[in-house]
């Protein structure tokens, strides 16, 4: 995996567990935040056993060349997603952790997209909108992919 995206990871895992440990000292949700941190820690765990993440000497999983402005593109895609499904479905008010903590899993929605880009080959400006589009969507559903995920198991 290259780099930059290692270090986007590790950024949004630093960020998520910094929301954990604000949401356990606010006497938030009882003690399901040592279970979202230890499982936060065994996927970084998992990276790293398996791939060595985030060192440089890790495996490569996307291809040689990933065009950083494309991952730039759909990487804002999906943010932007996340925080219109959070505006668009809020009732009541805003709450800073709320809105932060769907932003924290953006690498891993990221990631399937990246697999399906075509790195490498000469990209028609087509082809950064749709991606950009599906970025978008991909953002904005990301909890109903996990919601019915659920409701199967």
């Avoid at 780099?3 to 950024?11: A, T």
């Avoid at 009882?30 to 398996?50: D, G, I, N, Y």
């Avoid at 709450?95 to 990221?110: G, M």
């Avoid at 978008?136 to 109903?144: E, L, P, T």
Wanted: net charge positive; glycine share 10%; aromatic share 16%.
């Amino acid at each position: 995996m290259p780099m930059h995206l290692n270090y986007l990871i590790l950024i949004f895992a630093a960020v998520y567990a910094a929301v954990l440990v604000v949401q356990a000292l606010s006497g938030g949700v009882s003690k399901r935040w040592v279970f979202e941190l230890a499982l936060l820690l065994a996927a970084l765990l998992v990276l790293h056993l398996t791939t060595g993440f985030p060192g440089a000497g890790g495996r490569q999983s996307f291809g040689a060349g990933a065009d950083l402005g494309m991952v730039a593109l759909m990487f804002v895609g999906i943010l932007a997603g996340m925080a219109a499904r959070y505006i668009f479905y809020l009732r009541g008010k805003f709450r800073w952790r709320s809105f932060l903590k769907p932003l924290c899993v953006s690498p891993i929605v990221l990631l399937p997209l990246l697999g399906t880009f075509p790195f490498g080959g000469k990209v028609e400006p087509i082809q950064w909108i749709a991606f950009a589009i599906l970025a978008f969507q991909n953002g904005f559903f990301w909890r109903v992919i996990f919601e019915r995920a659920k409701e199967t198991t």
